[in-house]
């Protein structure tokens, strides 16, 4: 299973938005979860935004109104939609599928939010 990553631009100003994007593809069995990880310099990576095979998603409360988790099982996308941007949203972006108990990563696309 194998992910192909597309960031739309690593570097924003505050308040700036940004959608990234990832494809997977390979054996993509449902039901599964796909979802969103950030790290930040020196900090462990965390869970930012999940969305499950039939849509139902859950997101970090440091995001919540401000970035939106979306797919297209048809094409096994994930997009995450930022908005209002801010300087604590700079790290490493991560996608991620999870079947069977397994999780499976995208390489990571960095995001730099500037003041």
């Known amino acids: 299973l194998r992910f192909s990553c597309r960031l739309g631009g690593g570097l924003v100003q505050v308040g700036g938005s940004l959608r990234l994007s990832c494809a997977a593809s390979?054996?993509?069995?449902?039901?599964?979860?796909m979802a969103w990880y950030r790290q930040a310099p020196g900090k462990l990576r965390e869970l930012v935004a999940r969305?499950?095979?039939?849509?139902?998603?859950n997101s970090a409360a440091s995001v919540k109104g401000r970035f939106t988790i979306s797919r297209d099982n048809a094409k096994n996308m994930v997009y995450l939609q930022m908005n209002s941007l801010k300087p604590e949203d700079t790290g490493l972006y991560y996608c991620?599928?999870?079947?069977?108990?397994?999780?499976?990563w995208g390489e990571g696309t960095q995001v730099t939010v500037s003041s």
């Open positions: 991620n599928l999870r079947q069977y108990g397994i999780d499976y």
């Open positions: 969305i499950s095979t039939v849509s139902n998603t």
């Open positions: 390979g054996s993509i069995r449902s039901p599964n979860y």
